[in-house]
């Protein structure tokens, strides 16, 4: 396997890893009610964010899908708000999100744990564990839980719950985020230069599209400015 590009589009391996990463996620409904794909001004004053964190595997992922499947859509590939109050894949005519068969990690995982669930995911597999990942496992699965979310596969949330307070799901695809690289060849050096940095490896919609599909102009001239403001780039 080599790295990849925004260019070369995601190797079909790399999806299919993808994907079995994801299966491992309990399937949940919702009354898509849409209030997990917004913002009000003072959540995000207070650093939520919408889809985030979206790794690089992730973003190349949905693009392909909406290259393939959403041509109709690819107006999407031009927006390049870093920090919407709004998901840009949020649509309320059907209702829902446009691209829920590839939504990223951070949105399967949302509102599979209640509270009872997540103490019982420390009780059961916490042990041995220091007290301070336990608290960060506890603030960040309390952050996504949400009453209105109904898991549909309970015969994976032992396994999930193991999974998770073991950071196995961001440890896998934290590797097999390893495999891609944006932004890509031709803007590296550029990029380089602006940032100190090699790539980038989670951001949002709106960042990876600033950084791969800007207009060549647009990105010499506008994203140093774009990016000494950016607040989410990891």
């Known amino acids: 396997m080599t790295t990849t590009s925004v ?25 898509n009610c849409g209030r997990c794909c917004q913002l009000s001004e ?11 964190p979206l790794y690089a595997i992730e973003y190349l992922n949905i693009l392909d899908f909406i290259r393939t499947e959403l041509p109709e859509k690819e107006d999407l590939l031009n927006f390049r708000e870093e920090w919407p ?50 608290e960060i ?12 979310v109904r898991v549909t596969e309970p015969e994976k949330l ?13 440890a896998t695809i934290e590797k097999l985020n390893e495999w891609v690289w944006l932004p890509q060849e031709e803007r590296r050096e550029e990029f380089r230069r602006i940032s100190g940095k090699e790539r980038v490896s989670r951001w949002t919609w709106g960042g990876f599209n600033a950084l791969t599909l800007s207009p060549d102009d647009w990105f010499r001239e506008e994203f140093p400015a774009y990016w000494r403001a950016s607040k989410l780039a990891r």
């Open 7 to 31: 260019c070369q589009g995601l190797p079909p391996l790399l999806r299919a890893q993808l994907e079995v990463l994801y299966s491992q996620v309990p399937a949940t409904e919702c009354d």
């Open 42 to 52: 003072e959540e995000r004053r207070a650093g939520w964010v919408t889809m985030y």
């Open 85 to 134: 109050l709004r998901c840009p894949f949020r649509d309320d005519s059907l209702p829902g999100c446009i691209i829920y068969p590839v939504r990223p990690l951070v949105c399967r995982t949302y509102g599979v744990l209640g509270e009872e669930e997540i103490e019982e995911a420390i009780r059961r597999f916490g042990r041995g564990m220091p007290a301070s990942w336990i």
């Open 137 to 148: 496992f506890r603030r960040w699965e309390g952050s996504l839980v949400c009453p209105r």
């Open 158 to 170: 032992l396994p999930y719950m193991e999974g998770r307070i073991h950071y196995r799901y961001m």
